[in-house]
C-alpha cells in the first residue's frame, strides 16, 4: 500500500526566508512517481513537480527547488527566498506505476504562512 | 491554455437528494478522475476511468457513486442519495500531457458540496 506523510501541518515564516516542506512516502513498487501540488486559498490544485523513481537528480525552477532522495524515501520541497504569494496548501503525492489507474496518493498537506 | 473545467462551482443539496457533478477534462486526455477533499482534510481518491470503463476505485466509491462519460466532452459524478458526510470538495481530473509539458494530472477547480 502507498502511503505520504507531510509531518509539518503548518508552516510560518517571514518574507524572504527560505522554508523546506518535508515529504516521506511509503512503496513497494520500484517504479513510482511523486508530485507537488500547490492548493492556493482559492482552492483549486495546481500542479508543480513530477519526479521519475528512476531519476533522483534534484530539480530547480526559479525560486523552487526538490531534493529527492530514495534512500530515506522523502521529496522535500524548498523555496527559496519566499513571498506572501507562496502562502498556500502544499500536497506531496504519490502514483505507482503498477496501479491500473495511475490514482495519486496525498499526504495532509503543509499550510505555508508568509508574513510580510 | 487548455484546463479541466467543472460545473457547478458550488452546490446546495438537502440530504437524500441525487447530485451530478460534472467534468469537462482537456479534450486530448484519456484517464480521468474524481477525488475529494473534506474542509482541512487531504485529498482522497475516489474513482479512475479509462476507455468507457472504471479502472479503479477506492474504499470511498461505493454503491450510491457512479461515473459516466456521456459524450465526448463531459465526465459526470452521480451521488444517487446524498449524505451529510458527502460534503466535500470535489475535484475531477484529467491525465496527459498539459501546460508544463510533462504527463501528470490536472485538476478542476472544484466543485463545493454541501449537504443539508
Known amino acids: 500500500a502507498q502511503k505520504v506523510t507531510q509531518a509539518q501541518t503548518e508552516i510560518s515564516v517571514v518574507e524572504k526566508e527560505d522554508v523546506t516542506l518535508d515529504c516521506v512516502y511509503e512503496t513497494r513498487d520500484t517504479t513510482y512517481y511523486l508530485f507537488w501540488y500547490k492548493q492556493p486559498p482559492s482552492g483549486e490544485l495546481v500542479f508543480l513537480i513530477r519526479r521519475n523513481s528512476f531519476d533522483e537528480q534534484n530539480e530547480i525552477s526559479g525560486r523552487y527547488s526538490w531534493n529527492f532522495q530514495k534512500s530515506t524515501s522523502s521529496f522535500n520541497f524548498t523555496i527559496t527566498a519566499s513571498q506572501v504569494v507562496d502562502s498556500a496548501v502544499y500536497f506531496c503525492a504519490l502514483s505507482e506505476a503498477g496501479n491500473a489507474g495511475n490514482m495519486l496518493t496525498f499526504g495532509g498537506g503543509t499550510r505555508l504562512m508568509v508574513k510580510p | 491554455e487548455p484546463e479541466v473545467t467543472q460545473t457547478p462551482s458550488h452546490q446546495v443539496t438537502q440530504m437524500g437528494q441525487e447530485v451530478i457533478l460534472r467534468c469537462v477534462p482537456i479534450?486530448?486526455?484519456?484517464?480521468f478522475y474524481w477525488y475529494r477533499q473534506i474542509l482541512g482534510q487531504k485529498v482522497e481518491f475516489l474513482v479512475s476511468?479509462?476507455?468507457?470503463?472504471?479502472?479503479?476505485k477506492s474504499e470511498i466509491f461505493d454503491d450510491q457513486f457512479s461515473v459516466e462519460r456521456p459524450d465526448g466532452s463531459n465526465f459526470t459524478l452521480k451521488i444517487r442519495s446524498t449524505k451529510l458526510e458527502d460534503s466535500a470538495m470535489y475535484f475531477c481530473?484529467?491525465?496527459?500531457?498539459?501546460?508544463?509539458?510533462?504527463?501528470?494530472?490536472?485538476f478542476g477547480p472544484g466543485t463545493r458540496l454541501l449537504v443539508l
Open positions: 481530473a484529467s491525465r496527459g500531457v498539459g501546460t508544463s509539458g510533462k504527463e501528470t494530472q490536472y
Open positions: 479534450s486530448n486526455h484519456l484517464y
Open positions: 476511468f479509462y476507455n468507457n470503463e472504471i479502472s479503479e
